[in-house]
C-alpha cells in the first residue's frame, strides 16, 4: 500500500473556481511534507514546504494546509486559472527518505 | 541559470538496446537525484549521489540499471539490456547539499520509450 495517497485522482473545474486537493500518508516519523505542481512535459516544482510545527502555508493563490495529527495535508486554489491546470504530487520526508503520491490531476476550462 | 539540463528529451529505442540518460545539475549543487515516473507507479527515486558519490541506490530496480556521477558537472543512467517495462518518463533533479528541507531542481524529463 502507498505510504501517500491523494485524492482526487483527477478533477475538471472551471476557470476562477476553487478547488481543494487532498494527501493522506501513512508515513513515519515525519519530517516534512511538499507540494509540488507538474506542468504536461515538464519536471516537478516545488509550490510549499511545511514541518510538523506549520499548519498552513501560501504561495499566491496556493494554499497548503498540515495536520501532523491525522496526517493529512490539502492544497486549495484559489480562482482558479488555466495555467493551473497541471498534476500536483505531494511528496512526504521520513528519516532523509522520501514517499511520493501518484498525483491529482487537475484540468482548469474556460 | 539555465536549471537542470538532461538529455536526450526524447529516447526511441528498441528491447535489448542499451539507453544512456544525461544529466547536468546546476552549478554549486552538490546534490544529485535520478527518479522515473510512469502513470501507474508515480515519481519513484532511483538513486542520490552527494558530492559525486552514492548515497542510496535502493531504489535501483535490477542489475540492468546502473548510474555514475564522474564529476560535480555530469551524470548518466545507464540501462543495459533495455526492456518495455523501462518505458517512462527519467528526471534528474539537483539540491545544495541534499537535505530534507531542501528544494529539488527537477529537469525537464527523458521520455524513454523501449519497443
Redesign the interface.
Known amino acids: 500500500k502507498n505510504q501517500v495517497e491523494q485524492s482526487p485522482q483527477s478533477l475538471i473545474i472551471l476557470e476562477g473556481k476553487n478547488c481543494t486537493l487532498q494527501c493522506n500518508y501513512t508515513v513515519s516519523p515525519f519530517?516534512?511534507l511538499r507540494w509540488y505542481k507538474q506542468d504536461t512535459?515538464?519536471?516537478?516544482?516545488?509550490l510549499t514546504?511545511m514541518?510538523f510545527s506549520e499548519n498552513t502555508k501560501s504561495n499566491g493563490r496556493y494554499t497548503a494546509t498540515l495536520d501532523a495529527d491525522t496526517k493529512q495535508s490539502s492544497l486549495h486554489i484559489t480562482a482558479s486559472q488555466l495555467s493551473d491546470s497541471a498534476s500536483y504530487?505531494c511528496?512526504v520526508?521520513s528519516n532523509?527518505?522520501?514517499a511520493?503520491?501518484?498525483?491529482n490531476q487537475v484540468v482548469v476550462i474556460p | 541559470d539555465a536549471g537542470?539540463i538532461q538529455s536526450p528529451r526524447h529516447e526511441v529505442t528498441e528491447m535489448g538496446q542499451e539507453v544512456t540518460l544525461r544529466c547536468k545539475p546546476i552549478s554549486g549543487h552538490n546534490s544529485l537525484f535520478w527518479y522515473r515516473q510512469t502513470m501507474m507507479?508515480?515519481?519513484?527515486?532511483l538513486i542520490y549521489f552527494n558530492n559525486n558519490v552514492p548515497i542510496?541506490d535502493s531504489g535501483m530496480p535490477e542489475d540492468r540499471f546502473s548510474a555514475k556521477m564522474p564529476n560535480a558537472s555530469f551524470s548518466t543512467l545507464k540501462i543495459q539490456p533495455s526492456e518495455p517495462r523501462d518505458s517512462a518518463v527519467y528526471?534528474c533533479?539537483s539540491s545544495t547539499t541534499g537535505g530534507?528541507?531542501e528544494?529539488?531542481y527537477?529537469?525537464?524529463?527523458t521520455r524513454l520509450l523501449v519497443l
Open positions: 519530517s516534512n512535459g515538464r519536471g516537478p516544482v516545488s514546504i514541518t504530487i511528496v520526508s532523509n527518505r522520501l511520493f503520491g501518484k498525483g | 537542470v507507479r508515480g515519481l519513484e527515486l542510496d528526471f533533479a530534507a528541507m528544494t529539488q527537477f529537469g525537464p524529463g
